[in-house]
């Protein structure tokens, strides 16, 4: 079984502050991690995986997340907030002997001006 | 152009009627999925299909119908039996239907806009 946890339901950020969203997993084998983010009435949009290769794994925007294995944890970090970053951000795994994603219940973001 | 598309954004039923939701890649994956979106909560898996005339029930599938006869199509039936079937419906595909076949350990899935539902 697979699952995720994301810590924080809503995020509120100053522009031009850090980002920080927190994930942490539970999976019963090498898990491939993901996050995704959607804005209003869109899609979702991948913007970074991990998949084995390095631990700390850069996105599309600026983002990046570093996989912990000790800690289970693949939490999402931005240096620099933008306004366009308002949006709500998904955490998913993937176990290695599946193809099945299973989703964090998601965390909003607020970037105030 | 590649990508998935999904029609129409907004569809409104009245309680009882079936509807369908169209989902269109050409993206040449095989695995499709669909997805239910509700307020507050992470998606939840509907059906999905890893290849032509097959498909599989997910987490949440009771009034729900699919069908997978083109590789590119997989549109999904909302019945009347769906009890409660307002919400955001988000289909998606992946290019591996097979775990870790050519490296691809990520079975990423790639999203479709959406399809809001409301049934009144």
């Known amino acids: 079984a697979q699952s995720v946890t994301q810590l924080d339901s809503h995020v509120s950020v100053s522009e031009g502050t850090p980002v920080l969203l927190r994930c942490n997993y539970s999976s019963s084998y090498s898990p491939s991690l993901f996050w995704y983010v959607q804005h209003p009435n869109k899609g979702l949009q991948l913007l970074l995986k991990y998949t084995s290769a390095a631990t700390l794994v850069k996105g599309i925007n600026g983002f990046e997340a570093e996989f912990k294995k000790s800690e289970t944890s693949f939490h999402l970090t931005k240096p620099s907030a933008h306004m366009s970053d308002a949006a709500e951000y998904f955490c998913?795994?993937?176990?290695?002997?599946?193809?099945?994603?299973?989703f964090g219940a998601g965390t909003t973001v607020t970037v105030r001006a | 152009d590649g990508g998935i598309t999904q029609s129409p954004k907004y569809l409104f039923r009245k309680e009882g009627q079936n509807v369908t939701l169209s989902c269109e890649q050409n993206l040449n994956h095989d695995a499709m999925y669909w997805y239910r979106q509700d307020p507050g909560q992470g998606l939840r898996l509907i059906y999905y299909s890893q290849i032509v005339n097959d498909f599989q029930k997910g987490d949440i599938a009771e009034g729900y119908s699919v069908s997978r006869e083109k590789k590119e199509s997989f549109p999904l039936t909302v019945t009347s039996a769906q009890k409660n079937p307002t919400a955001f419906y988000l289909c998606?595909?992946?290019?591996?239907?097979?775990?870790?076949?050519?490296?691809?350990?990520?079975?990423?899935?790639?999203f479709g806009p959406g399809t809001r539902l409301t049934v009144t």
């Open positions: 998606a595909s992946s290019m591996s239907r097979t775990p870790g076949l050519a490296g691809v350990a990520g079975h990423e899935q790639y």
């Open positions: 998913v795994v993937s176990n290695s002997n599946d193809y099945k994603l299973s």
